[in-house]
């Protein structure tokens, strides 16, 4: 059952609720001929919910209720969720109904939904220049006011460093990288100063596919 997942209950209160459902409810004969689980798991799930009764009793007694009863708690806790998740995961799918799924609060986990490449290109624009290094900023131009790539999607860029002048359709761009952050900050060396860079990106998904290009923006590097 490896596509379903018990949601557990994290309140204390919410939790012992759900203990006292779910648990007597897997034993009754009927569900035990249905789930089918195997005895050495039932027996260790019982085990620790005999344990677990009369401790919760003492946890909301001020007078009864001390480091060692809080402890316990913590404790059996861990070990039964981890015993339902064993019981759930034996269920058959074909035997687990709506009922079943409501009392043990198994939902059926949403498939992700493929990637979409944008249809349009990122927004970007030079922030700030300083000696050897350059930020970038990039933005969602269909929702300017958001700095957060599409769904699925992050930036692409590449840049080159060369003469001046040079016709957009004849840069020859490399170094390629990737960043899903809304900036970027480009190094430089020393014998780069003077010389122009020029920079492109594109937003693509894990498949490698790319929306249109981004206007290409030049600088003197300094």
């Known amino acids: 059952m490896s596509h379903n997942e018990a949601r557990f209950p994290t309140k204390d209160d919410d939790k012992n609720n759900y203990y006292n459902t779910v648990i007597p409810y897997i034993n009754l004969p009927a569900n035990q001929t249905r789930f089918n689980t195997p005895a050495t798991v039932l027996t260790a799930l019982n085990a620790k919910y005999a ?4 401790n919760w009793t003492k946890l909301n007694d001020t007078d009864l209720c001390t480091h060692n009863v809080v402890e316990l708690k913590n404790t059996l806790e861990v070990e ?3 015993i339902l998740d ?3 995961g ?3 799918d074909s035997v687990l109904t ?3 799924m409501s009392k043990f609060l198994i939902f059926a986990r949403k498939l992700a939904s493929a990637a979409v490449v944008s249809s349009v290109a990122p927004g970007f624009a030079l922030d700030t220049i300083g000696h050897l290094w350059a930020i970038f900023h990039f933005t969602n131009t269909a929702s300017p006011s958001s700095k957060e790539a599409p769904v699925g999607n992050f930036i692409f860029f590449e840049t080159y460093v060369g003469a001046a002048g040079i016709a957009d359709a004849d840069v020859p761009f490399a170094n390629g ?3 899903s952050a809304a900036s970027h900050t480009f190094h430089f060396v020393n014998g780069q100063v003077g010389k122009t860079c020029y920079v492109h990106c594109y937003y693509q998904i894990k498949n490698g596919n ?3 290009e981004s206007v290409i923006i030049s600088f003197v590097i300094n």
């Open 210 to 212: 790319r929306s249109p």
């Open 51 to 54: 344990l677990w009764t009369p």
């Open 80 to 82: 039964i969720d981890g």
């Open 86 to 88: 064993a019981v759930y």
């Open 90 to 92: 034996d269920i058959p």
């Open 177 to 179: 990288n990737v960043t």
């Open 98 to 100: 709506a009922v079943d």
